[in-house]
C-alpha cells in the first residue's frame, strides 16, 4: 500500500513538472515568435540608414526596435530555460517550433511577408512534428548531480557528434559564408541550428543544476556545472551574431 502511494505521488509529481515546462514552452515560443518580427523591423531600419547586419553592419544597436525585440527574447529564453529545469528536453525542445509559426503570422501582417502554400503546409507539419514528439516523449532519466549529466557528456558518442557538430558550423563559417553568406540564407540557419543543438544540451545540464542546487544539494562548488555554463553562453552569443545576419 505505502509503495502505491509513493508510485501515485511521483507521477503526480512527474505530470505537474511536465505541465509546468509545457506551459513555459508555449509562453517561450510565443515571445520568441515575437521578438524575431520586433528585431527584424530594428534591423530593417537600421539597415535603411547604413550597413546592412549581413554585411558586418552593427547599426541596429542603436534601434530601440531591436532593443525592444532583445529583452522580448530574453524573456522567452528565460521561460525557455526554466521550462528544461521542469520537463525533459524531449518534450521542451520540439514546442520550439511553434515560434516559427507565430513568426510566420506576425510576418504576414507586420512585415507584410504573405504566407503562401508552402508556408502554411510547414506551419502544419511544425504543428504535427511537435504534437508526435511530445505524446510520444519517454520519462526523463532522474539524476542527482551534475557529475552524473558530465559523465553521459563524455560518452564517446556524445563526444563524436559534438566534434562533428563543431567541425560543420567552423566550415559553414570559415567557408561557405564568406562566399555564398550574401546570398543564401541556409548558411546562417545551419550555424544558428547546429549550434542550437549544443545550446539546448548545455541548457538542460545547467537548468537540471539549479533544480538540485535549490533542493539543497548545491551545485556550484562543482567544475562540470561551470563548464556547462560557459558552453551555453558561447553557443547563445553566436547564434545571436549569426541570427541578426538572416
Known amino acids: 500500500m505505502a509503495a502505491s502511494l509513493v508510485i501515485e505521488a511521483s507521477v503526480s509529481t512527474s505530470f505537474a513538472d511536465n505541465l509546468k515546462g509545457f506551459i513555459l514552452a508555449l509562453v517561450s515560443s510565443a515571445f520568441i515568435g515575437s521578438s524575431f518580427i520586433i528585431k527584424k523591423l ?58 516559427i509559426i507565430v513568426s510566420a503570422v506576425l510576418a504576414h501582417f507586420f512585415l507584410k511577408e504573405k504566407l503562401r502554400k508552402m508556408g502554411i503546409v510547414g506551419c502544419v507539419l511544425c504543428i504535427v512534428g511537435s504534437t508526435l514528439i511530445v505524446l510520444h516523449a519517454p520519462s526523463e532519466l532522474s539524476l542527482s548531480s551534475v557529475e552524473e549529466i558530465w559523465e553521459l557528456a563524455t560518452q564517446p558518442v556524445f563526444l563524436l ?59 556550484a562548488g562543482s567544475f562540470q556545472t561551470w563548464v556547462f555554463v560557459m558552453v551555453a553562453i558561447t553557443c547563445i552569443i553566436t547564434q545571436l551574431n549569426y541570427l541578426n545576419k538572416f
Open 42 to 99: 530594428g534591423l530593417q531600419r537600421a539597415g535603411a540608414s547604413g550597413p546592412r547586419a549581413s554585411s558586418g553592419g552593427y547599426g541596429y544597436l542603436k534601434e530601440p526596435f531591436w532593443w525592444v525585440g532583445m529583452v522580448t527574447m530574453i524573456v522567452g529564453e528565460l521561460a525557455n530555460f526554466v521550462a528544461y529545469m521542469f520537463a525533459p528536453a524531449v518534450l521542451v525542445t520540439p514546442l520550439g517550433a511553434l515560434s
Open 161 to 219: 557528434y559534438t566534434a562533428s557538430a563543431i567541425a560543420v558550423v567552423l566550415v559553414l563559417i570559415l567557408y561557405c559564408e564568406p562566399r555564398f553568406g550574401q546570398t543564401n540564407i541556409l548558411v546562417y540557419i545551419g550555424v544558428c541550428s547546429i549550434i542550437g543543438s549544443l545550446t539546448v544540451m548545455s541548457i538542460k545540464a545547467v537548468g537540471i543544476a539549479i533544480k538540485l542546487t535549490l533542493e539543497g544539494s548545491s551545485q
